[in-house]
Structures are given as C-alpha cells and as structure tokens.
C-alpha cells in the first residue's frame, strides 16, 4: 500500500479530539439552544418558562461538553448527544408549533386596556 491511501499518524490522532471539541462546542450550544425553547413547551407561564429555558441551557451545555470527553470513542459521543437532542428538538418543535392559549387568555382578560380607556382606574 502507497503512503498517499493512509493519513499520517499524527492525523489520525487528532480525528477523534477535533471531533469531539467540535462535539462539545458546537453540539453543546446546539443542546442549549433546543433546551431554551423546548422550556416553552413546559406547563407554566411564559416569563417562567424563559427563565427555567435559560437556566436549563447551562445545564445541558455543560453537560454535552462533559459527555464528549466522557465518552469511550468520538463516534458514541455523538450518538449520545443525537440521542438527548431528537427529543428535545420535537418538544421545540411542538413549543413553537403550538398556540400558546394561556397567553391569549392573558391578553384578553388584562386589565391593561380597560385601565387605559378609564384613565388608569379599574373597577
């Protein structure tokens, strides 16, 4: 076999740690990111559920960057943050995809308008 079908051996060392930096950078904020919103998907009011998809970012940020290097290969790192991110990404999907009635019943029940048509008094 010709040297030009084989990488070099420092190549083929560094595959699997690219790999996984890239993983646990890119695929952590990717984690976080489908975190935030899929907060949005949880049974509580709109401002909570920003500030739990916030804090819950962290979390899986953290996390993902931890299980890369965890992992015993580069390939089962990946496959276990696929793995945490597919439902995740359906719970985005279905947060962004879902009319948020509580916040229509909000908007419609306020006192907002009415307090501004009375001029700031609300019996």
């Keep these: 076999m010709s040297a030009a079908l084989h990488p070099p ?41 920003v500030i739990t998809g916030m804090l819950a970012s962290f979390v899986f940020y953290a996390g993902a960057v931890i299980w890369m290097f965890l992992a015993r290969s580069a390939r089962r790192a990946w496959a276990g943050l696929l793995l ?31 307090a501004a048509a009375t001029g700031g008094t609300v019996k």
């Design 9 to 49: 051996r420092g190549v083929r060392r560094a595959g699997p740690l690219v790999a996984r930096i890239v993983g646990a950078v890119f695929g952590g904020y990717a984690l976080g990111a489908l975190a935030s919103v899929a907060a949005l998907a949880l049974p509580m009011s709109a401002p909570q559920a």
């Design 84 to 114: 945490i991110a597919l439902p995740l990404a359906l719970a985005a999907w279905w947060a962004s995809s879902a009319t948020p009635a509580h916040l229509i019943a909000d908007a419609t029940t306020s006192d907002a308008p009415k």
